[in-house]
């Protein structure tokens, strides 16, 4: 059973940065694809990036490309997304998920996701 635990989560004005961390339990977590989601208020749980075990393949959701950035250090069983140029559409709660799956390969769809953290609130006022 892997362990998410998310943080870095805040208020912050648009324009500004923020950079979420997700640390995992597990000692393989460099067999794990990872992947960072969000839910605004009354809408679905979408992606916004993913990446694959050891960091060689990256995905972003159309939203956010250019301002996010998703990056692992395998070393500190660790996750991270740097988030810049915040919008007040950013705002959601954000959750690293993480799944075995193969490897290079990343997964974009939730289903796909098999071990998920509590989430963190992400605000960003204009």
């Known amino acids: 059973q892997v362990q998410l635990v998310e943080s870095g989560g805040g208020l912050v004005q648009a324009g500004g940065s923020l950079r979420l961390s997700c640390a995992a339990s597990e000692r393989t977590f460099s067999s794990y694809a990872m992947g960072w989601f969000r839910q605004a208020p009354g809408k679905e749980r979408d992606i916004v990036a993913a990446?694959?075990?050891?960091?060689?393949?990256?995905y972003y959701a159309d939203s956010v490309k250019g301002r996010f950035t998703i990056s692992r250090d395998n070393a500190k069983y660790t996750v991270y997304l740097q988030m810049n140029s915040l919008k007040p559409e950013d705002t959601a709660v954000y959750y690293c998920a993480a799944v075995r799956g193969v490897a290079g390969v990343i997964y974009r769809g939730e289903y796909q996701y098999d071990y998920w953290g509590q989430g963190t609130q992400v605000t960003v006022s204009s």
């Open positions: 990446i694959s075990w050891r960091g060689g393949r990256t």
